[in-house]
């Protein structure tokens, strides 16, 4: 049975949080009629998945999409009904295992240890076409793509249908940080925060994404730094690496009473534009208000432009998404101007920019050699050295 949570000031997507984790005598009835279920493996991209369904973050999700959602989804960037939601939330399997399974059915799915995480209530199965569905949501087909990679590579039938989870994954890391959504909402109220500006990041923050924390600090009443913690490319910097930078920042440069530090469980998809809307949604669920979307964001090699993240917000009416999305340019700091500023605010040559390539700073950190103070702070730079080194 689905949980209502009560809605904190800012109304989650759809007007409440939906949580999907069973508790009491509905949860025990379903642990004993587990083991008589089929089963099905969930991947690591799975566990977050369920993971994000269970507390709420999805919400106004149920569970997996059936072929109505998922083809709004992936189209028009909206569930059946109408509301907007960018990104298809799937559980795919092969040709045989979705012959062996019956609509209707309960299905337990089940980790790598084989224990039972949540019983998905199978209503649809259904085929797709992987091809479109990566034109539409990654913007393109080709498996050069990250996102489109795993597409290409898991099952050619969807399953559909809700999802009750009886239990989290188990060695969740960061459970400090682990705040589901209600709880982000009840620590805003608390700290009397009405406006809150979330920020996603999957790399350490630096100078430049602090300033623009700083600016958004500037109009709302406290910032949530939410990195996300789910799957990612195996060559991004490991989470634990990353929480290290994010406490090392937040002890010396931020005001304490007014910055969250929380951690978002949800898998990477790559997928820039779109998911620069699904995680809009997603930190609106978790109580902002607004929502910082900078250059590039999600993107991955040159599959996206510089600001296609910030125009696909214009496909949708104002305030139509109910979050307030803030637009920031490529920020730097000008040698001229003594400060940090962005092309928007600095009327000086490029010459006189700090501004460091992705490829020289991770040169410069391997070498043991601390970026400039105005590109990275030394507390940052020097973790991430210690890390490349195999020291942390």
């Not at 949580?19 to 969930?42: H, W």
Request: charged content about 25%; overall charge positive.
């Amino acid at each position: 049975m689905t949980k209502n949570i009560p809605p904190h000031a800012i109304p989650a997507h759809g007007g409440r949080l939906v949580s999907r984790l069973l508790q009491g005598a509905e949860r025990d009835r379903l642990i004993n009629k587990a083991p008589e279920m089929k089963t099905l493996a969930l991947t690591r991209r799975e566990l977050c998945d369920i993971e994000m369904l269970a507390v709420g973050a999805y919400s106004p999700l149920e569970g997996y999409m059936g072929r109505k959602d998922y083809e709004t989804v992936v189209t028009s960037m909206r569930l059946a009904g109408g509301m907007p939601w960018s990104i298809p939330i799937t559980f795919r399997v092969t040709h045989d295992q979705a012959a062996s399974l019956k609509e209707g059915q309960d299905v337990a799915l089940v980790d790598e240890r084989q224990a039972v995480l949540a019983i998905l209530h199978l209503e649809e199965k259904f085929e797709y076409d992987k091809k479109l569905a990566a034109k539409a949501v990654y913007r393109t087909d080709s498996a050069e793509h990250p996102g489109v990679d795993v597409l290409y590579k898991r099952g050619d039938v969807l399953l559909g249908g809700k999802v009750s989870v009886l239990r989290l994954p188990e060695n969740r890391e960061f459970l400090p940080y682990r705040l589901t959504p209600a709880e982000t909402r009840q620590i805003f109220k608390d700290r009397g925060w009405k406006t809150v500006v979330g920020f996603q990041t999957r790399n350490p923050v630096h100078r430049a994404h602090e300033y623009i924390q700083k600016c958004a600090l500037e109009i709302v009443d406290g910032l949530l730094l939410h990195p996300l913690i789910g799957e990612t490319k195996s060559d991004d910097i490991p989470a634990d690496v990353r929480m290290k930078c994010y406490e090392a920042l937040l002890e010396k440069y931020y005001p304490k009473d007014r910055v969250l530090l929380s951690v978002l469980p949800a898998p990477m998809r790559y997928a820039g534009p779109r998911e620069a809307i699904h995680h809009a949604i997603v930190r609106k669920n978790y109580g902002c208000t607004h929502f910082i979307v900078g250059r590039d964001h999600a993107g991955v090699g040159s599959f996206y432009g510089s600001f296609d993240a910030h125009h696909i917000f214009n496909e949708f009416a104002p305030g139509e998404l109910g979050i307030t999305p803030l637009f920031f340019d490529n920020t730097f700091h000008c040698k001229a101007c003594g400060s940090m500023a962005s092309i928007k605010t600095c009327p000086h040559d490029k010459a006189e920019h700090v501004s460091l390539s992705g490829t020289k700073v991770r040169g410069m950190l391997r070498a043991g050699v601390l970026p400039p103070p105005e590109f990275s702070r030394p507390e940052v730079a020097k973790i991430l050295i210690e890390a490349m080194k195999g020291g942390g």
